[in-house]
Every structure is written in C-alpha cells, then in structure tokens.
C-alpha cells in the first residue's frame, strides 16, 4: 500500500501540480490531509483505489465543475453538469432503496379535502369526534371548566408549499380538564397499508406546525385506538416549537419493527398505526411510560410529563399540515400529489352525497316500483370503502322519477349495505312496475368507514 500524507508542506491556497510532480500516483490507497489547506492535483491522473477522510468538495459555490462517475458498461455513467446544474443518468438504472412515488403513507396530509363541515364550535363531551378535513379529527374528550373549543380547517394561515392546514384553538378561557381529558389531532393509518414497513427500522413523521405556545409537544404512536382499550403497544416522542405563531417543520424518526415485535398487529383493514399530535391532558393521562421507547400498553400517560398544555392556554392555538411518514431516517420534502388522487384515497374512507352543485336533481340510484307506494333502488358508491359505511342523512328532500312524473318520497329507508353499494327504498305515490330513479333535491347522506 503506498500512501500520500500531506503534513505541513504547503500553506492554505498552496497548490501541489501533479504533472511538476515525479510520483507515481497508481496504487494510492489512502490519501491524508492533516492541516487546513488545499490540495490541487493538476494535469494528473490517479489511478489506484484512494481513500479520503474527509470532505470532498468540488469547486465552491457559484463556481462549479462536472463531475463524472462511469459503470462497468460503455456509454453509462453518472454525470453532475454544472452549467445545467442538473444530475444526470445516461444509459443506467436508477434503484432507490426506499420508495419514490406515493412514499408519503399519510393519506390528506396537506389538509387539502375537506368533504364535511369545515369548522366546528365544541363543548365538552364524551367521545365524539369531528374531521374538519378527511383522515384528520380531534374529540371533545373530557373538560370541567373553559371555553367551547374549534376544530377547523383553515385556507388562510399556512407555511409555503401549503394552502391549507388543520387548526385547534382554545376558547377565551383555556381548558381545564377533567379526569381522562385531554385533546389531540388524530390520523390512522390502516393495516394493509402500513403492514409492508413493518419490519422497518427507520420510518420518519414529519409536519409542519405552528403554536401560540413555545415549549416540547409530543405525538404519540400507538398500534389501535387506545380509548377501545385495543391498544397493546405505545410510543411517545417530543418535539420542540422554538418560536410563538410560527411556522417550523419537524421530524421525527422511529423504529417501527421494534414496535411490532410485540402486540397485536393488523395487517388487513383494521387500523395499523395511529397517530396522535398531543395538545394538553388531565394528569392522569401525563407521564413518560412511553417516551422514547416503545412499550407494551399498561396506562394512559399520552402526554409526556414535558408536554405544552397550549389547549389550557387563553385563546391557545395549533396549527397542523404537510404530515408524512416515510420509510428512512431523514424527512425528504412533501409528495404533493394531484387533488384527484388525493380525493379518491379519501373516498375509502368517508363520502358525501349532498344536494349542493352538480348532484342536485341528479338521479342516483336507479331501480324498479315495488307497488304503489313503494321503489326498490340500487345504489353504487363512487368508490369502494374500507368496509360496509355507517350511512346517515340530513333532513332533506327526494323524488322518484317515473315515466314523465317525479312524486316527492315521504321517506327513504336504507338496506342491504356493503363497502360497494346499498339499497334505497323510497316510499312515495308509484306506478307499479315501472322503472324508478332517487332523485335527490335537498339535504345529504354521509357514508363513513373511517376506523373511529
């Protein structure tokens, strides 16, 4: 092995020109630089395995130079073109190691649908949940004293890269909570989408937020819902928002297999994983049982003993967007994808069929009359769902078009659903054995098969 070693022979900016120079370059395994300086190797041509222990940096900045790495195969090479200021492959493959398209697991992580109400007025309660964007809710778990809460989405405050975001925010009077109370932004993740990571050692969340509070926050990762009392395994992990009402970004990598090394673990439509962005609790649902380590499910300590209480705060405020998680130890920048795609993955979860826009006076079930009073309709949904919806309607409106007539339906009974369709039965003055279609004129149906 022969080896360079660069000690104190030249002073910073000197240069040394391999061709002024009698050395044999070939069979240079290690090449030392032991003093700040530069080393210029001009008109040379090294040809033996080098090793360098330290940076290697090409040009400085706004002065570059190509840069070119060859294969074994003619013609194929990876070349950094300074004037283009682009990399390029020629004639080679690019294998990532980790997944380029659709990496992001996190399905309406930008905030961006929106299909129910987009802000809720909340008081106390005991375990509903409301999702002023799809995929994302928080619950009116449990407080004794405070203001009503909101629960919103919002198209006005958010960082760049983003045009919507997801906001809690206190009352005049923050909350003070009751036994078991405490309040979260929640987004589930389901099994069959989450099942091939789970042998993952590095798998990184990562979001934007911003907070009327400084101070460390915490997520919590759990593999079910731990109010069902399902969840047999947890993980919280902090994060520190360094400046009021600002927008910051934040990673946080976790192991995912050795979460899964135990517990109970779904790889079907059951929820995977979930995550929770802790804002404040009861003290009975404080404590460090989780912090950093994944554990199996003994207690309720979801926020951290650290944790920032910002909903017990006057008029305290959080903001979330631009979610997600992805296999690898660094958060690379947010998949934005096409609003179609990102509104057909959400449509698995929760659709509304409303008399708004164009679905007013659209028929959308079509069928046959029973009898004279009664209709029998098939219904197929714009996409499957993760499982049979819970189907609900407002008060509303329908006709049943037959022939030339359109009777008004004095109601509508709901049967038969699976994840694809179901059956409506308008009752309403018919025509035995003509062909019937629901027509919808006011009101909605909501289809949910969200997990919680």
Not at 150 to 158: K, L
Not at 272 to 278: E, F, K, P, R
Not at 317 to 335: D, I, K, M, N, R
């Amino acid at each position: 092995m022969a080896t360079l070693a660069v000690t104190n022979d030249f002073s910073a900016g000197a240069a040394i020109v391999a061709s002024e120079m009698n050395t044999n370059f070939t069979d240079i395994e290690t090449f030392v630089n032991t003093t700040p300086g530069v080393l210029q190797l001009t008109g040379g041509t090294v040809t033996g395995a080098v090793t360098l222990s330290n940076t290697l940096t090409v040009g400085a900045d706004d002065t570059g130079y190509d840069v070119k790495f060859f294969g074994a195969t003619s013609g194929s090479y990876l070349l950094w073109d300074e004037s283009a200021d682009a990399l390029i492959l020629t004639n080679a493959d690019f294998v990532p190691s980790t997944p380029t398209g659709f990496r992001n697991i996190i399905i309406n992580g930008n905030m961006q649908v929106a299909q129910r109400t987009a802000s809720y007025t909340v008081d106390t309660g005991g375990g509903d949940r409301y999702y002023p964007v799809d995929r994302f809710w928080t619950g009116d778990y449990t407080w004794s004293a405070g203001s009503d809460i909101v629960i919103a989405y919002d198209s006005g405050v958010y960082p760049t890269g983003h045009r919507q975001s997801y906001k809690v925010l206190a009352g005049a009077t923050g909350l003070t909570y009751a036994s078991g109370g405490h309040t979260s932004i929640t987004t589930s993740i389901e099994g069959i989408n989450i099942a091939p990571y789970y042998t993952e050692t590095a798998m990184t969340l990562s979001f934007w937020c911003r907070s009327s509070s400084t101070g460390i926050f915490n997520v919590l990762f759990a593999n079910e819902w731990y109010g069902s009392g399902a969840a047999d395994r947890g993980l919280t992990k902090e994060f520190t928002i360094s400046s009021a009402d600002t927008w910051e970004h934040k990673s946080i990598t976790i192991d995912l297999a050795a979460g899964v090394a135990s517990g109970t673990w779904h790889a079907g439509t059951g929820i995977g994983l979930i995550i929770h962005w802790m804002l404040g609790g009861n003290a009975n649902r404080t404590g460090d049982e989780y912090l950093d380590t994944w554990a199996d499910w003994s207690g309720y300590e979801i926020c951290t003993a650290s944790n920032t209480q910002v909903m017990t705060d006057n008029n305290g405020v959080f903001y979330l967007t631009g979610v997600q998680f992805e296999v690898g130890s660094h958060a690379t920048p947010y998949e934005q994808i096409s609003f179609d795609d990102n509104y057909r993955r959400c449509l698995r979860y929760y659709q509304r069929w409303d008399s708004s826009g164009s679905a007013q006076d659209d028929a959308f079930a079509a069928g046959v009359c029973l009898d004279t009073t009664q209709a029998i309709c098939g219904w197929t949904f714009p996409a499957k769902m993760r499982a049979a919806p819970t189907i609900t309607t407002s008060t509303g409106t329908y006709d049943v078009v037959i022939g030339g007539a359109a009777p008004a339906a004095s109601s509508v009974n709901i049967s038969n659903v699976t994840p694809w369709s179901a059956q409506l039965s308008p009752q309403a003055s018919l025509t035995s054995g003509h062909g019937a279609a629901l027509r919808q004129d006011s009101g909605y149906f909501d289809m949910s098969a969200e997990h919680l």
